[in-house]
């Protein structure tokens, strides 16, 4: 009859396998953050790329470098296959409510109609109709030439601001190129939108919509005046809408780019199609980017694996010595040394994931704004992961090898010694 | 299995630390037989040879010159992969600080050198239990080693050196860890156990009481042997 054994036979844990799993761990955690953060922020911009109203976009150098837009918008217009041309103007400015505090804001100068069909799906999250900015065309102060005359100082904000600033549609507010009352005007709230971030991302907390000619006036940027010399009429970008089957063939596309070109020699025209190859592109070249970063982890995680499974091989060089001597074959002592690898290494990719996973978490929760942001978009692709381990196991493959080799060139008789 | 095989050295020195000078002659052109079943004692001073011939015999070292032969075949000159699957099949080894894996539990120890021929986990455990049955230590079989006497270590360590059933069994200071009382039950396992399987036995020792039990008594001094005593059946 067998006898119970009394507790505390085996050996304790090895806090060196520990410190491995660890080093593993970290190494993994670091590509899991990079990949699926960087990989999610791509995906999404392509999709939102994909989910626009336009077609074409026309980009001009530097900020503000289109000039003439309210023209190009009539001769983009008047392009067969054209549906909706949509300069936009992106500009700083102050912002003082009743309270009289000044907020820096992004101020998006749009023609309402025209921004609204050039949206596509997304804006149906934000705005239902046309931006409610007086006139929907924003031409007739405009066409007057010196931007004076039945103008609509209108501004539509977000609501996280009319919350912070207790504003309600109806107010009045000043705005100012800076926080001070110079060159401020007076504008009225006639509307809020809800950031949604997947549209504004986490720069629609500080947004607000003013009619393009308005920010123009408002930053010196405006249409100077017939005959005045300078002619500003600045703006970003012209994102252009297409219509029926214009919208969707990629040669009438390709025939509007060129017609779009050949008005507009000096900017830049580009499809959707090449934007999206592009961001793919370059978030291909980021990604290798991040793989090299996350190698240089790897590589100290593998260092740190092989040392302590040499260090392994020598603290047990006896016990692999009386193996050896009792004739168990090089591969069964080799096998149990992979065996250990691949737990540790096993152990460290699992652990790895998991703290990416978590350490990603924990950035959409408490990272500055636009970590949050950018961790709320993290894509976790199981094939990623399950490359990522096997990588992981790969390394602990070779880290064994490393190990296997000190311990079958021990001298036996040494060995035993 | 080799039970039974006559083994021989034919004129084997070995040489540590290169052939020049600086090289430590261990052993030097020795000449030996050993027919099947002999119990054997080798004996001499410390630094004489008796474990590198030990090591010799058992494959766990090379002659620098010389031949080590099974039945007439020199086994010294196969590859490391040769000399291994020659051990396990056909040599125990008892050494004195018994050598077991301190991670591995009594049943596991005699198990190991079985996993390499027998795939049956079942069968692997009946010969480990019967070997631990024969050694006095059956009902101990889940015991670590670290859980065990010095005593109790050794007869493991001897249970794991037959369980292959080998031709030939080397203990080196079979009894150099244990007290008298111990080391005297040892020595009537190894003794029963060497008639009872007629395996032969060679044994390297200091002490009389060990060598007073065999047949044959080697003397090695300055690798060289001294004296080679058979006593009559």
Redo the contacts between chains.
Sequence with gaps: ??????P????PGSLPGLLAVVAMAAAITLPVVLLSVGGGVSSHEIARLQASGYQIVVSGPGTAGIDLAHQRVVQIGAIPGVGAVSPTLTMPIDLRGPGGRWVPLLAEGIIPSAYYATLGSTASQVFSAPPNLGDPTDMIHYQNGSYEGPVSPDVLINTTLAQDDHLTVGDSVTLAPAANDSGAVTYTVTGTFNVVSSLFSTSGNYGIFLPLSNLQVLTGLARTGPGAGTLLDAADSIHVGLTGTASTSPTQIDRVEAAIHALMPYYGVSTLSQEASQLEGAASILNGFYLVLSSVGLAIGFVFLTLVLVRRVEAER??IG?????????R?IAATIVARAVVLGGMGALLGVASGVVTVTLLARVGSAPVQAASRLALFEPMQLIALALGALALAGLASAVAVRRALRLP??EA?R | MTSGATIELAGVTKVYGGSGPAGVRALRGINLRFRPGQYVSIEGPSGCGKTTLLNLLGLIDTPTEGEVRWEGVNVADGSERERARFRLRSIGFVFQRFYLLPTLTVRENVELPLRPLIRGRAERRARAAQLLESVGLGARAGFYPSQLSGGEEQRVAIARALVNSPGLLLADEPTGELDSDNAGKVLDLLEALHRERQTTLIVVTHNPEVARRARRHLTLRDGRVESDVREEA
């Design positions: 009859m067998s006898e119970r054994p009394p505390g036979g085996r050996k006896r016990e009386i193996r050896r001597a009792l004739g168990l074959p090089a069964s036996l008789p035993l």
